[in-house]
């Protein structure tokens, strides 16, 4: 079988709800991925940051492969002997209490904004069924029915409402507007400290201390959502470390496992974490062996390979090469470490003409909006791959 035909069978048979570029991916390694007709590509979009650690890094594969042929799943019923050292080991790299482990991103989230309700009415003292979160226009954040409630994209709403209540919208980097919004039955601010989806939004220096100053000055929780910027993607371990801010609650996702397996998680302290009894709160997969056991070795290829560092020193690099561009098509770009975006001028024709001619030079990428190239390579790349993309990246830049 050959691209078209894999491209028609899922066609047929696999819902519509993705508009995947026609390129189908059978093998990866590192920073580049093979198709079925044998071409290699650079993966210049690492599955949203899923694969910081670059694809099949060998690390993670061998965790996997061990932890599978051991025992792959308890279920909470019973402990097992990996998620209490990822636990730890995550505590001790982030600097937070607890943990709670989920697989998808969206989970995560719909346990932070569980765990933020329930500290509003157990330890805030908000009246029952009257807590408020406030979050931010142009967020992503999930696809359940309770997080798209909040999300400022049409398509993302239209047709799946009714909407869980409880949530109010302030525009992304107002800091203003934000304390507007706050009543006695907020309980939270949710936010991310750089909108991925949303465009590769960096708010300006202080926004995000504004944020946390406000939080502390009317008893708030303050969330931030790292599913895509933490985990090293933007040279530091968490994106709002960029502002010297630490959340009360952050959720985890993507690149948590390295791309190999579901895994996401949230932090807090004890205080907050805290707020679940058993029984409250859970999942079947949740904080298996497996997960676990990949986790663990993913957050070692992070520290121990300096992808972090590497992000920030790569993402620098990157960053100028494309800003020294002399394109027509390119308004700005923009971003930190390796998250890059760069918006194209109305008058260019959209972003995925030119994601689809990239594909063909051999580098792989996603439109975000309709004018956004995102460029997020995994972590592991080096300076002469950066080259090897920017021919590229210059050469389809400057098509008429
Ligand atoms: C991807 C993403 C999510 C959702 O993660 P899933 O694993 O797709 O459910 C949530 N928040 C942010 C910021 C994300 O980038």
Same mark, same amino acid.
């Given at each position: 079988?050959?691209?078209?035909?894999?491209?028609?069978?899922?066609?047929?048979?696999?819902?519509?709800?993705?508009?995947? $570029?026609?390129?189908?991916?059978?093998?990866?390694?590192?920073?580049?991925?093979?198709?079925?007709?044998?071409?290699?590509?650079?993966?210049?979009?690492?599955?949203?940051?899923?694969?910081?650690?670059?694809? &099949?890094?060998?690390?993670?594969?061998?965790?996997?492969?061990?932890?599978?042929?051991?025992?792959?799943?308890?279920?909470?019923?019973?402990?097992?002997?990996?998620?209490? $050292?990822?636990?730890?080991?995550?505590?001790? +790299?982030?600097?937070?209490?607890? #943990?709670?482990? #989920?697989?998808?991103?969206?989970?995560?989230?719909?346990?932070? $904004?569980?765990?933020?309700?329930?500290?509003?009415?157990?330890?805030?003292?908000?009246?029952? /069924?009257?807590?408020?979160?406030?979050?931010?226009?142009?967020?992503?954040?999930?696809?359940?029915?309770?997080?798209?409630?909040?999300?400022?994209?049409?398509?993302?709403?239209?047709?799946?409402?009714?909407?869980?209540?409880?949530?109010?919208?302030?525009?992304?980097?107002?800091?203003?507007? +934000?304390?507007?919004?706050?009543?006695?039955?907020?309980?939270?601010?949710?936010?991310?400290?750089?909108?991925?989806?949303? /465009?590769?939004?960096?708010?300006?220096?202080?926004?995000?201390?504004?944020?946390?100053?406000?939080?502390?000055?009317?008893?708030?929780?303050?969330?931030?959502?790292?599913?895509?910027?933490? $985990?090293?993607?933007?040279?530091?371990?968490?994106?709002?470390?960029?502002?010297?801010?630490?959340?009360?609650?952050?959720?985890?996702? &993507?690149?948590?496992?390295?791309?190999?397996?579901?895994?996401?998680?949230?932090?807090?302290?004890?205080?907050?974490?805290?707020?679940?009894?058993?029984?409250?709160?859970?999942?079947?997969?949740?904080?298996?062996?497996?997960?676990?056991?990949?986790?663990?070795?993913?957050?070692?290829?992070?520290?121990?390979?300096?992808?972090?560092?590497?992000?920030?020193?790569?993402?620098?690099?990157? #960053?100028?090469?494309?800003?020294?561009?002399?394109?027509?098509?390119?308004?700005?770009?923009?971003?930190?470490?390796?998250?890059?975006?760069?918006?194209? &001028?109305?008058?260019?024709?959209?972003?995925?003409?030119?994601?689809?001619?990239?594909?063909?030079?051999?580098?792989?990428?996603?439109?975000?909006?309709?004018?956004?190239?995102?460029?997020?390579?995994?972590?592991?790349?080096?300076?002469?791959?950066?080259?090897?993309?920017?021919?590229?990246?210059?050469?389809?830049? #400057?098509?008429?």
């Amino acid at each position: 079988m050959n691209t078209q035909d894999y491209i028609a069978l899922e066609d047929q048979y696999n819902a519509h709800n993705y508009k995947p $570029l026609d390129v189908v991916l059978e093998r990866g390694e590192g920073i580049w991925v093979w198709d079925v007709d044998g071409h290699r590509y650079l993966d210049f979009l690492s599955a949203y940051s899923a694969l910081n650690q670059g694809h &099949k890094h060998p690390r993670i594969l061998q965790a996997l492969i061990e932890q599978a042929n051991k025992l792959p799943l308890t279920s909470r019923a019973f402990r097992n002997d990996q998620l209490p $050292l990822l636990a730890k080991e995550l505590c001790e +790299l982030t600097g937070y209490e607890m #943990m709670l482990p #989920m697989n998808t991103g969206a989970e995560a989230v719909e346990t932070a $904004l569980k765990a933020a309700r329930k500290w509003g009415y157990t330890v805030k003292g908000v009246p029952e /069924g009257k807590a408020e979160i406030v979050t931010c226009t142009g967020n992503f954040h999930g696809r359940t029915i309770t997080i798209i409630s909040f999300s400022s994209e049409r398509q993302y709403r239209d047709g799946f409402g009714p909407y869980t209540p409880g949530f109010v919208s302030v525009p992304y980097c107002d800091a203003d507007a +934000l304390e507007a919004a706050i009543t006695p039955n907020t309980v939270a601010v949710f936010i991310e400290p750089i909108q991925g989806e949303g /465009g590769v939004i960096v708010p300006p220096d202080g926004y995000l201390r504004q944020v946390r100053e406000l939080c502390d000055r009317h008893q708030l929780l303050m969330i931030t959502d790292e599913i895509q910027t933490g $985990l090293g993607r933007t040279g530091r371990l968490f994106a709002a470390e960029w502002d010297g801010v630490k959340a009360d609650m952050v959720t985890i996702g &993507k690149a948590l496992s390295g791309g190999f397996y579901p895994v996401s998680a949230v932090l807090a302290s004890r205080e907050v974490l805290g707020v679940f009894k058993p029984g409250d709160h859970g999942s079947t997969f949740g904080g298996n062996p497996l997960a676990a056991a990949v986790a663990r070795a993913a957050l070692k290829v992070l520290t121990e390979e300096n992808l972090i560092a590497n992000a920030c020193v790569q993402g620098e690099y990157l #960053m100028g090469r494309l800003r020294r561009i002399e394109s027509d098509h390119i308004k700005e770009v923009r971003g930190r470490g390796l998250l890059i975006g760069v918006e194209l &001028k109305p008058a260019a024709g959209g972003a995925r003409r030119f994601c689809e001619a990239l594909k063909q030079e051999g580098l792989l990428c996603k439109e975000t909006h309709d004018n956004v190239i995102r460029f997020a390579p995994p972590l592991v790349i080096r300076r002469e791959d950066i080259d090897w993309a920017m021919e590229r990246i210059e050469t389809v830049l #400057m098509m008429p």
